[in-house]
């Protein structure tokens, strides 16, 4: 029988590898997050039952403390408290929190191949979608082929499956 350490170390494991998969997909917010959010929960409660460890000895940690500390010092004097705490929390410590979870769960070489594993399928799955979407399909998709018109969506994507993209020939085009 499975421990509660083991099991709880792979559910996290697996979610975190869920969370970083769906990273460049638009439109899978839901999922992205509750997966995001198991995964804490979880890493939280193995903390508490000492079922994992927590990595806070990294090369960056000062960096990070000094970082946080600065943004939470900057909130007293911004101009939108309101934004600006909302921002510090969603986007800051969200962030920050990943950072601590993935180098305390990929913490071997064998769990540091399955993020690196994840993360290259996950772009190649979405560059190759993405291009096909935007040079093959007869119907081009509103929402991943429409970047002359929406400039936001090149920051929701990619680097690699952007540049494909723009660099694609538009087929409903008017030839000259």
């Known amino acids: 029988m499975i421990s509660w350490n083991t099991w709880g170390n792979r559910a996290v494991l697996a979610l975190a590898a869920l969370y970083l998969a769906l990273n460049p997909f638009p439109h899978v917010t839901a999922i992205e997050a509750g997966a995001f959010y198991l995964a804490l929960f979880l890493f939280l409660v193995l903390?508490?039952?000492?079922?994992?460890?927590?990595a806070y000895r990294t090369p960056f940690t000062w960096i990070l403390v000094l970082y946080?500390?600065?943004?939470?010092?900057?909130?007293?004097?911004?101009q939108d408290r309101t934004a600006s705490l909302h921002d510090f929390f969603t986007h800051l410590l969200n962030y920050v929190i990943l950072?601590?979870?993935?180098?305390?769960?990929?913490?071997?070489?064998?769990?540091?191949?399955?993020?690196?594993?994840?993360?290259?399928?996950?772009?190649?799955?979405?560059?190759?979608?993405?291009?096909?979407?935007?040079?093959?399909?007869?119907?081009?998709?509103?929402?991943?082929?429409r970047l002359p018109e929406s400039s936001e969506m090149i920051w929701e994507m990619d680097t690699t499956s952007a540049m494909i993209?723009?660099?694609?020939p538009d087929r409903n085009a008017e030839i000259s």
């Open 99 to 145: 950072f601590l979870m993935l180098v305390s769960i990929f913490s071997t070489e064998k769990r540091l191949t399955i993020l690196v594993r994840t993360i290259v399928i996950s772009t190649a799955v979405f560059s190759v979608a993405t291009a096909w979407c935007c040079t093959c399909s007869a119907e081009r998709p509103v929402i991943i082929c």
């Open 68 to 78: 946080v500390g600065w943004s939470c010092a900057s909130i007293f004097w911004s």
């Open 47 to 54: 903390l508490v039952t000492r079922g994992a460890g927590f």
């Open 165 to 168: 993209a723009r660099l694609a």
